[in-house]
């Protein structure tokens, strides 16, 4: 969904980095770290971050109040942190900022579960109401991840049946959401 994108030279936010995997697999798959900006609230994951994707700009960051000035990133990367904001309200103004930083045609990757999560009655859905009020459209989805649980329990079998039963929507609990600035 952001072949394009990931291709040009523009700058990549990855909001709520973590311990910085997704930055470290960007760099590692030839974007020039120097590309990289990376933000989570906690600041022993920063720290992880910096050294995981060497190069790459990491801070301490809000995602509901981004310290960038607007239009400054081709690709704004959210995954999985708006399921754990704790209210709609967090989610939209997240998601908000999120396009206010984007630049025209910019590309906001999201990924977010689509079912509730037994194990984690914490994690709020984000609805399709969430992108409409943060002005995140046109936009693009897929459906990914075998359900966790049926995925652990493929043992030694999960390279034979994984990619089937991936293939199964009903099966899928995540989404991922492309929303293009114009």
Known sequence: MAATELAGDGRILDVGCGTGWFLRELAQSGINPG???GIDALPARVAAAREAAPGAEVE????GNLQ???GGFAVVVQLTVLSSLGSHRAIRKALGEG???LAPGGLLLVYEPRVPNPFNRHTILLRDGDLDAAGASPREQSTLTLVPALARRLGSRTQA????????PLLRTHRLIACQRV
């Open 35 to 37: 590309r990289l900006r």
């Open 60 to 63: 301490v960051g809000d995602a």
């Open 68 to 70: 960038f000035p607007d």
């Open 161 to 168: 049946r994984y990619e089937r039963l991936a293939g199964v």
């Open 99 to 101: 396009m206010r930083v």
